[in-house]
């Protein structure tokens, strides 16, 4: 990944890019020492004249340049309907709910769609500067609410003393099936991340009860996590359990994130599954369990 700026008048812009792909675009107040000027850059040559373009009220198109904004599935589908603000325009984080209700079927708040926009990693590429209050006021912006006003005044917006803008119209975004647009965004389904959590070999299988259930570990056959507080010898363990039987345990060396989060009482998002059982006589039966996080989506 390679860093370069952008001398701009709200401040210096750090752009992440590799290649043809942009990966980050974000304000900063200080620049580090691995940064060039992005004009010395051929490969962002077309980025600095649409840059440069855009902070004199003439906005341009970026040419052959990708842009990969990476997050969770949630969060890249809101940076999509940030993508549809037209320049000039703004919406609220309350019509982006509702957007995204109707599009993906699905409940959504305007908090969640706000910490989504929060999270954008490329700042105006994809303006997540042209959202607003319900109300037409300036909200948080990472960049600071100042920028934010100054970035929506260079797109010939308006707003009183009291960060309120003036003739508030809001841009509605297009409701489209979520066929449409799980057609459209093909990127969504590029980056969908993985449920799997870990993996690991069930240890002491022999000084427990497996031998009591060997027979039914089938592949794909659920068993239970369970916190061992009073494990005497070990009390970071978690326990293997198959119904009711405990088959053997993980030690704290190998599951500090499982033992954390059943300590705490977050068990009910883990999904653990037999992922393989190798039964031959010559050794001790072998177990292998698979962890995923359960899809609340």
Not at 17 to 25: A, F, H, I
Not at 78 to 93: A, F, H, M, N, S
Not at 96 to 101: D, F, K, N, S, V
Not at 204 to 222: H, M, N, W
Request: proline share 5%; net charge negative.
């Amino acid at each position: 990944m390679h860093k370069a700026y952008y001398a701009s008048d709200l401040g210096p812009i750090l752009l992440d890019y590799e290649k043809d792909t942009l990966y980050g675009l974000s304000f900063v107040d200080q620049l580090d020492d691995s940064s060039r000027p992005a004009q010395a850059c051929p490969e962002l040559a077309g980025l600095c004249q649409a840059l440069g373009a855009y902070f004199i009220g003439q906005p341009e198109r970026v040419p052959q340049l990708n842009l990969c904004a990476q997050g969770s599935p949630f969060q890249e589908r809101v940076w999509q309907l940030l993508r549809e603000i037209p320049y000039g325009q703004v919406t609220t984080y309350g019509d982006l709910a509702r957007t995204y209700e109707a599009r993906y079927q699905t409940s959504m708040s305007a908090q969640a769609i706000g910490g989504a926009v929060g999270r954008n990693p490329i700042a105006l590429l994809i303006p997540c500067h042209r959202v607003l209050s319900s109300q037409g006021q300036l909200t948080g912006y990472a960049y600071g609410v100042p920028r934010k006003q100054a970035l929506l005044e260079a797109e010939g917006l308006t707003f009183d003393e009291r960060g309120r803008m003036l003739d508030f119209p809001t841009k509605k975004l297009n409701i489209k099936g979520v066929e449409v647009m799980a057609k459209k965004d093909k990127y969504l389904a590029h980056y969908e991340r993985s449920r799997q959590l870990a993996s690991f070999r069930v240890k002491g299988f022999r000084y427990y009860d497996g031998l009591d259930v060997i027979q039914d570990l089938d592949v794909g056959a659920s068993v239970d996590l369970l916190a061992e507080p009073d494990n005497p010898y070990d009390g970071d363990a978690v326990q293997v359990a198959f119904k009711g039987n405990k088959l053997g345990y993980l030690p704290a060396d190998d599951n500090h994130l499982l033992s954390q989060l059943l300590y705490f009482g977050h068990g009910n998002i883990l999904e653990a599954r037999i992922l393989s059982v190798d039964l031959d006589k010559n050794s001790e039966p072998l177990v292998t369990v698979q962890v995923r996080i359960k899809d609340k989506r």
